[in-house]
């Protein structure tokens, strides 16, 4: 790197950080921060988690300006619950994300809120024992009612009464119908709503670990009482219909908000696509992603997959490598902190995000 220096007596080489063209970081001046783009970009001339904050701002936008590009979102943990629900709906309804993989506890809360349904703040007041007692479901620091869920089966019941039982059932079909009974009976916005309206499917791969799927478990039950054909679930059309959406993509990014099964799932759609190529079932290309952007505060030394990184993943063939022109940032934050920062930035920089004066 730059012109060779003399040796020192210790016989280091002094160089000019200058010359050697390595990027300066500066002070952060909030006096010349009027919004949250130029706070993240900012930030993302500073160090540590405010740095990967810039970053990973800086890959979201090259992933929602890339015309070529199909992004999937993957979510876990309890995002609804912590009220980033219309984050989400943001992201869909600026078309920035085209596909969505999560957990059905993600989507069973964000039901509630949609249809009008609150979530409060735990008081410390009351033990565990009590909240039980009281029908108050406790998630970290925040309440969800009992009463709520209910409301949530009733609307499932709906749905699932009118299915026919020859349409066998996934969730991303579940979730299609859920957001057109929001479209046509809920006022507020919701992510199951705006997903129905944009288009954009929204994946369960463990839809039976969740409020949603007790919920078909007791209209399966329902209808054997009743004498009427039991609806089936094949998991195996959500695999598909997310495999063959993929296959059909020029190229591929993937927003990560935790980790866990909805990571895994949509991951391990390059492993399949090479798999059908070595195995000779179909002539495929490498599908692989060629953005990734992960937010989520587990490091790699616990050894699991919500903390490995994209680089371990590239050894899979599910991402291309940064060598071959892959673009990665990984921020190891809350997704409470870092996920407005990163979004707002990029939906300000793309012209989507218009402040109320």
């Given amino acids: 790197m730059g012109r060779q220096q003399k040796k020192t007596v210790t016989g280091r080489v002094l160089h000019d950080p ?51 590009c199909f992004v999937v979102m993957t979510l876990s943990g309890a995002l609804t619950v912590g009220k980033m629900g219309l984050i989400f709906c943001d992201l869909i309804e600026s078309g920035v994300v085209n596909a969505i993989v999560s957990t059905g506890a993600l989507m069973a809360h964000g039901l509630v809120e949609a249809t009008g349904r609150s979530h409060f703040r735990y008081d410390a007041r009351m033990n565990d024992k009590m909240l039980f007692e009281a029908g108050y479901n406790r998630v970290y620091d925040s309440l969800e009612p009992e009463v709520n869920l209910d409301h949530v089966e009733e609307v499932m019941q709906r749905l699932l009464n009118e299915w026919d039982a020859n349409d066998v059932v996934c969730s991303w079909k579940i979730h299609r119908r859920i957001g057109e009974f929001l479209q046509k009976h809920a006022p507020g916005r919701g992510i199951l709503k705006s997903a129905f309206q944009h288009d954009v499917p929204v994946f369960v791969p463990a839809f039976s670990d969740s409020e949603l799927g007790i919920d078909f478990a007791l209209h399966k039950i329902a209808r054997q009482k009743e004498n009427r054909p039991v609806l089936r679930f094949d998991p195996f059309e959500d695999f598909e219909k997310f495999a063959n959406t993929m296959l059909a993509t020029k190229r591929m990014g993937i927003f990560t908000v935790g980790g866990g099964v909805p990571r895994n799932w949509s991951q391990q759609f390059g492993v399949y696509a090479e798999l059908l190529a070595r195995r000779g079932y179909k002539k495929l290309p490498l599908k692989r992603y060629n953005y990734g952007l992960r937010i989520c505060p587990e490091p790699v030394s616990w050894g699991g997959l919500s903390g490995s990184t994209y680089t371990e993943a590239v050894s899979w063939g599910k991402f291309v490598p940064p060598e071959e022109g892959g673009r990665f940032a990984e921020v190891f934050d809350d997704a409470t902190v870092a996920l407005p920062l990163i979004v707002g930035a990029v939906l300000e920089r793309l012209g989507h995000l218009k402040h109320d004066k």
């Fill in 18 to 68: 200058v010359k050697d063209k390595l990027r300066p970081i500066f002070p952060l001046d909030l006096s010349r921060c009027r919004t949250i783009d130029d706070l993240v970009r900012a930030m993302g001339n500073t160090a540590f988690t405010g740095r990967q904050i810039g970053d990973a701002a800086d890959v979201l936008e090259a992933m929602a300006r890339d015309k070529d």
